[in-house]
């Protein structure tokens, strides 16, 4: 068995996983406790094939940079490592699922349905084109998109004609794939793999699904799917926080519906530790996409909140619980400090508001992520440094700031926890 750098894996040591002592290569119990593995994706050629009539349908606001992104993204990687994190990349898992013939053609047979080819010449070309590749090379055409110059097209396929002739993809680029938060997210010794909200994003949950039933690190490992993507309600990542090991925080969001919460939550109740999800509704925008966007929880009673979702210090909040046969009970409450101090039986809670709540310096700094952090142990996280504002007010309540650099990464309207999928945590002491 060959991994994706092409180095030999002798079969025997292929399930000689590195699970940090867990049982099952997924283990999250919190938002907080000390990161032992994470997925990232190093942004890539997806980012230069964004121009500016494509941007907005492909959720940015303007295009990085991509030699400075990537030297940013290194430096995040490289800050999570230096703090005791295996760093796994999202291509490499993905490359290292596909090597067998069999899966490799089912995988680009459903891309490119995903992707809008059924049958025909075009889906057959583009069939041929990605099957020649190493998975590799696959992965990271498929991530980059495919422009119409890339294969021999034979132009009279028809629904190539009817299209529009000047649009130079077949196959969109996949920008926010560096948001690997997104997608699926790691719930207890689970996932949840993502039906997302926009076109944009869709296929991206595609190659979580292949890493967990076909990499050998994750394959026949007991991991459990909670919600799988074959649903019509939508959810994503940045939205599902773990506050414990038995309380889950979603947003209800321009990208999370409450349907697909209420789902998820009925999963877990059943099969299980999580007895309690809050469903946070939060403002349905751009800037605000995630539940992660305007919240985080940084330490066992500490959270960043961005001081514009207060509104007066109400927020329409469910609290979910198990009800009788297989039903849910909620209760409707709106004062996050009280919901918060109940759910974690913590007596104070500090919220520190991003901005310092100043009314220019908060939204410039949310916008850039500053309520966005990812918290490496308890007390500890990873910022941007451009949010210098927030970054202070952290110190002051006494949190270890890590900051990395940020000028072009932040154009993707995501920061360190929308940039990070923590697939190993350890315990908190008091769960
Ligand atoms: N968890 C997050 O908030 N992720 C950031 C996603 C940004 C991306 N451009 C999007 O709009 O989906």
Redesign the pocket.
């Known amino acids: 068995m060959h991994n994706s750098t092409g180095v030999i894996i002798p079969e025997s040591h292929a399930n000689d996983v590195k699970n940090f002592g867990f049982s099952s290569p997924i283990h999250i119990t919190s938002e907080i406790g000390k990161l032992r593995s994470v997925i990232l994706k190093r942004p890539g050629r997806e980012i230069e094939n964004l121009t500016p009539d494509t941007m907005s349908r492909?959720?940015?606001d303007d295009i990085p940079y991509l030699p400075i992104a990537q030297k940013e993204h290194d430096y995040f990687a490289q800050t999570l490592k230096d703090n005791g994190a295996e760093v796994l990349y999202l291509e490499n898992l993905a490359a290292d699922s596909l090597n067998e013939g069999e899966i490799k053609n089912e995988f680009v047979e459903r891309m490119l349905q995903e992707s809008g080819f059924k049958d025909g010449l075009t889906y057959s070309a583009l069939k041929e084109y990605l099957l020649a590749m190493e998975p590799l090379q696959m992965v990271n055409t498929i991530m980059e998109g495919i422009r119409k110059t890339d294969i021999d097209l034979n132009c009279k396929d028809l629904r190539l004609l009817s299209e529009d002739a000047d649009y130079p993809f077949l196959l969109d680029p996949m920008?926010?794939l560096y948001?690997t938060?997104?997608p699926a997210a790691a719930i207890g010794e689970g996932l949840s793999i993502n039906h997302?909200t926009?076109a944009?994003?869709r296929r991206e949950s595609l190659f979580m699904e292949y890493i967990i039933n076909h990499n050998p690190r994750f394959a026949n490992q007991g991991v459990q799917v909670w919600r799988n993507r074959n649903h019509a309600t939508r959810i994503?990542?940045?939205?599902e926080l773990v506050l414990s090991d038995h309380v889950m925080a979603i947003g209800i969001s321009q990208?999370t519906s409450a349907d697909a919460l209420e789902d998820i939550a009925r999963n877990l109740f059943s099969n299980s530790n999580y007895d309690t999800v809050v469903g946070i509704k939060i403002p349905h925008n751009?800037a605000m996409?995630?539940l992660?966007?305007v919240f985080t929880m940084i330490n066992y009673n500490q959270f960043t909140v961005h001081p514009q979702i207060m509104n007066g210090g109400k927020i329409d909040m469910w609290i979910l619980h198990p009800g009788q046969d297989g039903r849910i009970t909620s209760e409707h409450r709106t004062d996050l400090l009280e919901v918060l101090k109940e759910v974690l039986h913590q007596s104070e809670l500090d919220l520190i508001p991003t901005g310092n709540s100043d009314p220019i310096v908060a939204p410039r700094e949310q916008w850039n992520?500053g309520s966005?952090t990812l918290a490496i142990a308890p007390g500890e996280v990873v910022t941007y440094d451009r949010n210098y504002v927030s970054n202070e007010m952290l110190r002051e309540h006494g949190i270890l700031v890590h900051e990395v650099i940020s000028s072009e990464l932040s154009r993707?309207?995501?920061?360190p926890?929308?940039?990070s999928m923590p697939i190993i945590r350890e315990d908190l002491e008091t769960n």
């Open positions: 492909l959720l940015f920008p926010n948001f938060r997104d997302m926009y944009a994003r994503e990542g940045g939205d990208r751009h996409m995630h992660d966007t992520d966005n993707g309207r995501g920061g926890r929308c940039m």
